[in-house]
């Protein structure tokens, strides 16, 4: 049973540069939640996508969007990036009657 | 908004002694409370959670305790050993999202 899969593992992007970065939930789950984790701290909530719409957001920009398939995969876009977004990015997946969440190994992205 | 602190920020232990951690909440509507472990280069790992009618479980060396009316809940790890080594969480879930304590590096020296 796969569990949930995330990539690129690594990326480096300038300042002003647009990113996404992919996800794959474990398999049975359809809801995605995606975090951000700077070094040293606890992972931030980004934003939750159930059923393809975005279902809670937290503290962060309009930079930051996403999306959800009908194959409950979810992309996280990044516009006009700053060097505070180098950080690592999780996503994690659970089914919508649960709060157990499941972690990716997340994507590790550093703005030059 | 919900605030989580956790304490202490690194612990070091001999192998074999106990481990405690401890976390504080501000939001009195949060009622599920999950801890994690994070190994380098991985991403966080649910070891155990508990929810706000309940005020121990245990799952062999690892128990977590929760004091509702102090806001404050503990993760106990017994017998510690080496691969007991990584960073802890604790969190707190307010408002459908989990709010996460600032991280526990939990050392094991042999």
């Known amino acids: 049973d796969a569990g949930v899969t995330q990539s690129p593992t690594h990326l480096i992007k300038t300042r002003g540069q647009q990113v996404t970065l992919r996800c794959s939930p474990k398999s049975g789950h359809d809801t995605v939640s995606w975090y951000q984790q700077a070094l040293g701290q606890g992972p931030q909530f980004i934003f939750q996508?159930?059923?393809?719409?975005?279902?809670q957001r937290g503290n962060f920009p309009d930079r930051f969007s996403g999306h959800q398939f009908p194959n409950y995969s979810s992309e996280l876009n990044v516009n006009a990036l700053l060097l505070g977004d180098s950080a690592l990015y999780l996503c994690?997946?659970?089914?919508?009657?649960?709060?157990?969440?499941?972690f990716g190994s997340g994507t590790q992205l550093s703005v030059l | 908004g919900e605030n989580v602190e956790q304490h202490p920020s690194t612990l070091s232990v001999q192998e074999g002694d106990s481990a405690v951690i401890k976390c504080t909440y501000s939001d009195s509507a949060s009622n599920y409370f999950p801890w994690y472990k994070q190994e380098l280069g991985k991403g966080p790992q649910l070891i155990i959670d508990i929810r706000s009618n309940v005020g121990e479980k245990k799952d062999q060396r690892i128990a977590v305790t929760l004091n509702k009316t102090a806001k404050h809940f503990s993760l106990h790890i017994t017998e510690t050993q080496p691969e007991d080594s990584a960073v802890y969480f604790c969190a707190a879930s307010s408002n459908y999202q989990l709010i996460w304590g600032a991280g526990t590096k939990l050392i094991i020296k042999p």
């Open positions: 996508y159930y059923e393809e719409e975005e279902r």
């Open positions: 994690a997946s659970t089914d919508s009657y649960s709060e157990k969440l499941f």
